[in-house]
């Protein structure tokens, strides 16, 4: 495999203890290889909004996105449970909570100006706006959606999500002069069209079953006519946004069936020491080359985080992932708490947002030479991934040995008393 340029992955991840809500962490990709030996550290890059600063409200959520440059993040607090109660017009509900921009480059924390504060809200980059849109479940008062015009420096108010029932926005995509946002886990989606200020919702055909209209989350990636996004289960689907212009000039949009991609090789290992909730994010490395990041709570003195690399190749007319890369990294969270990958972006790739029709190259960036190559490297990651759960059963097999022999011998001095032999 020829090497390809350096790739520099961030994820950012939220603290459950009373330290930095928020975190930055990094990734090394060079010449197709995750650098960093298995199970090595994985260094912060940046912490924000410390809980024991009494003027950040410690049950704040956050929300961010990357926006007028590759290395910039933008990234906004807002109202936690304890909060909802505030007076949405009250000048300390509005001033306790921070908009704030991290540069990935200068490491530097600069402000930016705040929209509406809401309770539960979604921050988009599209098509050079930033958007800010309350979740529908919130019952926000207006306005619940925002769009802000770096030009102008000031924030519009945008029609209102039409559908008031309950319901949380699992994921988005942007493409196509619109954001298709996929809503609650029961499969539906809505589109938002930017340059008519117009939502529209997203038509599933009759005829097709409703469950294989899955809903994603976080924001997907989109290739051409393509998007590629994160099922609610931690499996990477392909979806095609379809467009009908009708005679009046409106166009209605629908799905066609998701298209389940196989072939992922993860690391990826839950131990009974692991909290059951995994969270994840899916990262565009340029072309058809993606990372996915993946983590379960562990409330130890460290906490793992699965790295894997793949692109998608087609083969017969058939979509399937090749793994290309997949290992694991410790992060220490003494003083800090157990963490949740919220979203990450990979700084030297552009997100990809198509306008109107149009279809994008991609680029064939970390692929394998050879198929051979890929075969022996499949074989490799699946040796290494039964020796782990090989040694993981052993360890489990010990320790339930070890509570074995100590029932056994407080059973013995409660029947027979001390000294007792049996």
Excluded at 46 to 61: A, Q, T
Excluded at 285 to 305: I, K
Excluded at 382 to 396: A, D, E, F, N, V
């Amino acid at each position: 495999m020829e090497k390809l340029e350096s790739k520099t992955v961030y994820f950012l991840v939220q603290f459950v203890g009373d330290g930095p809500g928020h975190g930055m962490y990094e990734v090394k990709i060079e010449g197709g290889q995750i650098l960093g030996k298995i199970g090595g550290p994985l260094d912060l890059v940046g912490k924000f909004f410390d809980r024991s600063d009494p003027e950040v409200p410690k049950d704040y959520l956050l929300s961010a996105t990357r926006f007028g440059s590759c290395s910039k993040l933008y990234l906004l607090q807002h109202v936690g449970d304890d909060g909802w109660w505030l007076r949405q017009s009250s000048t300390r509900s509005h001033d306790a909570y921070k908009g704030r921009v991290f540069d990935t480059v200068s490491k530097s924390l600069m402000p930016f100006k705040l929209p509406k504060v809401k309770k539960e809200a979604l921050l988009i980059s599209a098509y050079g706006k930033l958007y800010h849109i309350a979740h529908p479940s919130t019952h926000m008062p207006e306005p619940s959606f925002e769009v802000y015009d770096p030009d102008t420096g000031s924030w519009t108010t945008l029609s209102t999500f039409p559908d008031n029932r309950l319901s949380h926005i699992d994921g988005y995509a942007v493409c196509y002069d619109c954001i298709l946002m996929s809503i609650d886990d029961r499969g539906n989606f809505w589109v938002y069209q930017v340059t008519l200020n117009q939502w529209k919702r997203v038509k599933i055909p009759t005829d097709r079953d409703s469950n294989d209209y899955y809903p994603f989350h976080g924001r997907a990636v989109v290739v051409g006519r393509t998007i590629y996004a994160l099922s609610l289960y931690g499996d990477v689907m392909a979806y095609s946004l379809m467009m009908e212009e009708l005679a009046d000039g409106s166009i209605n949009y629908s799905l066609d069936k998701p298209v389940w991609l196989h072939g992922l090789r993860s690391l990826f290992f839950r131990d009974a020491k692991c909290e059951p909730i995994r969270t994840e994010c899916l990262v565009h490395l340029g072309g058809l080359n993606f990372c996915l990041l993946q983590t379960v709570e562990r409330d130890f003195s460290f906490q793992r985080v699965w790295i894997t690399i793949f692109d998608v190749v087609s083969s017969g007319g058939i979509k399937r992932i090749r793994t290309l890369g997949s290992t694991m990294r410790k992060v220490a969270i003494k003083g800090l708490g157990c963490f949740f990958i919220e979203s990450g972006f990979c700084l030297e790739c552009e997100d990809l947002e198509p306008k109107g029709r149009d279809t994008m190259t991609t680029a064939r960036n970390m692929q394998p030479t050879d198929a051979p190559r890929l075969h022996k490297h499949e074989k490799a990651t699946l040796k290494i991934l039964r020796r782990q759960i090989r040694r993981q059963k052993r360890k489990m097999m010990n320790q339930r040995s070890k509570r074995l022999a100590v029932m056994q011998k407080v059973f013995r001095l409660h029947r027979y008393g001390k000294g007792s032999k049996v």
